[in-house]
């Protein structure tokens, strides 16, 4: 009774996983940042982004398709911005009428949230492929290269660590709960609404006071260890003369493609 | 000391016959791991049952079919009653399953709210529910630990709390994993006082052969997934071929 619903590290022997972890982050996040930058209806570019991506997919081992499969859990999120497409700009197309509201959709608002929608799909798919061949011990480490605070990468790390204790403790205590919701012939079982309820309250309550005292005895073993502050790895990663090479191919195809989008 | 409990009403239809039935049970964990092989058991009512094993031979994943956790299939009749999602919530009422870890088990900041959360869920008058959770507490010899807050017991006393949760549904069935894990001499004498008392058929887990000696005058030895052996426990424990053949030792 584990949850590892969490992990999306997928192991594989590929270029793409033995590449060193800081130029895995640099370039996805270079590449999230250029997809932001494009405007909107350069589908040109748009296109060469997916290329890059589906380029990446294949040297992952993973398949050509991997991130494109996974990909559509972002899609609720990007409809957030269907909004834009009542942007009153360019030629109206049609007129609904719902009630007292009318909407105009308009050619230059379709062509807004087609962008929105593939920017985010790009950078999704990048975010996915990331996580997809790195793993998390790895991610963090490079993070700290990159000079994020120690205070944030530890909590990160230690976040990810105790999801899964966490998400086990949830279970224990649902199973505990639904093992004693019995029933007896002729009477109405289950309670009222504000009972249950409550007790749904009191056990989120007992979620946190026993995280908490975990926290304390965890930290208390750390001590003991002879924690001070900072996590060591011993997976030392040196940049090689391929490293360097892929993260200069990846930044120049980032610039061609800003260049491609500005013509 | 034989308690009694002081209720009559609220009861589960009276039924002839054993209390548990187990025919040809299977079960495999998501991950594909099998953890039951065609388990087969009887259980008559009034018995006193100990069920013994290595770590993973199934006994808390049978355990956990008992009252219908885990598995789905019409395998396990209890009461009378076949275990399927109709009938579930009356066999919770007549399995009394109580964790290995108490801290599994204690879900609500007092002693008292957590014992009276089976009553409370089943529907019960008020006053009913007092009787119930003084009865429990009294009979786990905890009646002074009502308004206590559960996380800061010791963890005998966490144990007998939580027998006492289930008690106070007055259950058929006592089914109890690993109860004697982790206490020290005293507790241990108080739980086996305690179990030996309490007047309910029960099927415990246990690795202390001694407390099955004691209690228990039939045993049951699982090894992956299957049930090995199953007779009187003082016959059973003359059998040092059989015991060493799946890692226990004669007390």
């Known amino acids: 009774m584990h949850a590892d619903a969490f992990d999306r590290y997928y192991h594989a022997e590929s270029p793409l996983h033995r590449l060193d972890p800081r130029v895995k982050v640099f370039l996805t996040v270079a590449f999230i940042l250029s997809n932001a930058l494009l405007s909107d209806g350069v589908w040109a570019a748009f296109g060469l982004a997916w290329l890059l991506i589906l380029f990446a997919n294949r040297f992952s081992g993973l398949g050509v398709e991997f991130s494109f499969k996974r990909s559509f859990i972002a899609l609720p999120f990007a409809l957030a911005a269907v909004s834009a497409i009542f942007i009153p700009a360019g030629q109206p197309l049609a007129e609904w009428t719902i009630g007292p509201i009318q909407l105009v959709p308009t050619d230059f608002g379709l062509m807004r949230f087609a962008s929105i929608l593939l920017r985010s799909w790009l950078s999704v798919q990048a975010g996915i492929l990331l996580v997809a061949v790195t793993q998390f011990p790895d991610m963090i480490h490079a993070f700290e290269h990159l000079r994020v605070p120690a205070i944030l990468t530890t909590i990160i790390a230690f976040l990810y660590r105790y999801l899964f204790v966490l998400t086990d403790e949830v279970m224990r205590l649902l199973r505990a709960r639904e093992s004693r919701s019995a029933a007896l012939p002729g009477l109405k079982s289950g309670g009222s609404l504000f009972w249950r309820a409550r007790v749904a309250g009191n056990m989120a309550g007992q979620l946190f006071l026993r995280s908490y005292e975990r926290s304390d005895r965890i930290y208390n073993a750390m001590l003991a260890r002879g924690y001070q502050g900072q996590m060591r790895t011993l997976r030392s990663h040196t940049m090689t003369r391929r490293d360097w090479l892929i993260l200069s191919l990846g930044l120049f195809a980032l610039i061609f493609l800003q260049l491609l989008a500005r013509l | ?251």
Do not use: W
Not at chain 2, 66 to 94: E, H, M, W, Y
């Open chain 2, 1 to 251: 000391m034989p308690h009694t409990h002081p209720t009559h009403h609220y009861q589960l239809p009276h039924f002839e016959g054993d209390i548990l039935q187990i025919t040809d049970l299977h079960f495999s964990y998501p991950d594909g791991h099998a953890a039951l092989h065609g388990i087969q058991l009887c259980l008559a009512q009034g018995e006193k049952v100990a069920l013994v094993g290595p770590n993973g031979a199934g006994k808390s994943t049978l355990m956990l079919h008992l009252n219908g956790i885990l598995g789905d299939s019409g395998a396990v009749t209890v009461a009378g009653l076949p275990l399927n999602p109709k009938t579930l919530p009356q066999i919770r009422a007549a399995v009394g399953l109580v964790f290995q870890n108490p801290d599994d088990q204690l879900f609500s900041p007092t002693v008292f709210e957590d014992v009276a959360f089976g009553p409370l869920h089943m529907g019960l008058p008020e006053a009913e529910i007092h009787i119930r959770v003084d009865a429990a507490l009294e009979s786990v010899r905890m009646s002074a630990y009502r308004e206590r807050l559960s996380h800061h017991l010791s963890v005998g006393e966490k144990k007998r709390i939580a027998i006492a949760t289930v008690l106070a549904m007055n259950p058929r069935l006592l089914v109890l994993d690993e109860p004697s894990a982790g206490l020290d001499p005293r507790a241990r004498r108080t739980l086996i006082h305690l179990l030996r008392d309490l007047p309910i058929t029960m099927l415990v887990s246990t690795h202390d052969l001694a407390l099955a000696k004691e209690l228990f005058p039939r045993m049951i030895i699982m090894d992956e997934g299957r049930i090995v052996a199953d007779g009187p426990t003082l016959e059973l424990l003359q059998d040092q071929g059989l015991l060493e053949a799946h890692g226990l030792e004669k007390p």
